[in-house]
């Protein structure tokens, strides 16, 4: 069946930092009752970007979540966007320390240039139809330096999940995305962006395991909400494009080997987050 051109979503920025932190500092409360951690095998900067460009393809089916599956989780949902925002900034906050004044500068030229080479190949892949256009055009709207930084975590996750798809039609080398989704967060911390004013100092001393809980936080919310939409749009079969799974994004030649892993990650960190999801309808819900 067709899918309702529009309906795909597509990653988006991280957002602003002072909107992350304050994410943060929502969920900060739920990190200690976190009782098993996911393993992080994936590429946080750019399992954000899917689920931020998720959630507003998921908000706008929360009436048919509310009406139809009475009983769901609808928290997860709620609050997909604090917890991605929030594992983001945890991400940021355990990144080591920028490289200071003296360093800036470069990083500053490195992410500069390779933002313009990605958008430029991007916008071509968008005339076609490869990816989002309209993404790309918002990634294009951005201005400054922490624009920048959190652009080429966008531009990363937009080419990690259409990689297949457009790895033979481009010039732009996988190594460049890699680069482009660790330059991004490494410019934010260059930039002072993780020390932001006003808001209290986070309680857990250990960066790594703060950051670990938050992930699993997002991995659990997201799991929710990817079973309950497959229910809902199994008939369209457009569930997967709606929320596209966290682990797509990896580029690579063995798709056969990452295939069977994201089956693998899906599952045994639904089970170690989530206790294997919510029971829609008496029954289970297969998750592509």
Request: charged share 30%; proline share 7%.
């Amino acid at each position: 069946m067709a899918r309702p051109r529009g309906k795909k979503s597509a990653p988006a920025r991280p957002s602003a930092p002072k909107e992350a932190a304050e994410a943060f500092a929502r969920i900060e409360p739920e990190l200690e009752r976190v009782e098993k951690v996911v393993p992080i095998n994936v590429d946080i900067p750019r399992a954000v970007a899917v689920a931020v460009g998720a959630v507003p393809h998921l908000m706008a089916l929360r009436p048919r979540f509310v009406d139809e599956l009475p009983r769901f989780p609808i928290e997860a949902l709620d609050k997909l966007m604090s917890y991605a925002l929030g594992a983001w900034y945890a991400h940021l906050l355990a990144l080591p320390a920028g490289p200071g004044q003296d360093g800036l500068k470069p990083l500053l030229d490195e992410a500069s240039a390779l933002r313009a080479d990605l958008l430029v190949a991007a916008e071509a892949l968008a005339h076609k139809g490869f990816v989002d256009a309209g993404r790309v055009a918002e990634i294009r709207s951005g201005n400054g330096h922490l624009d920048t930084a959190n652009d080429l975590v966008a531009l990363a996750a937009l080419f990690g999940e259409a990689w297949d798809a457009v790895k033979n039609k481009t010039t732009v080398e996988w190594t460049e995305v890699e680069r482009a989704s660790k330059l991004g967060p490494e410019l934010l911390v260059a930039l002072g962006a993780r020390n932001q004013p006003g808001l209290p100092a986070p309680r857990t001393a250990d960066p790594a395991d703060r950051r670990a809980r938050a992930f699993t936080l997002l991995v659990r919310a997201y799991d929710q909400c990817r079973r309950g939409v497959t229910y809902l749009r199994w008939a369209e079969g457009d569930h997967d494009a709606i929320a596209p799974s966290l682990f797509a994004s990896r580029g690579g030649a063995r798709r056969a080997a990452r295939a069977k892993d994201e089956e693998t990650d899906e599952g045994a960190e639904a089970e170690q987050a989530g206790g294997g999801g919510v029971d829609l309808e008496g029954g289970e819900i297969p998750v592509e």
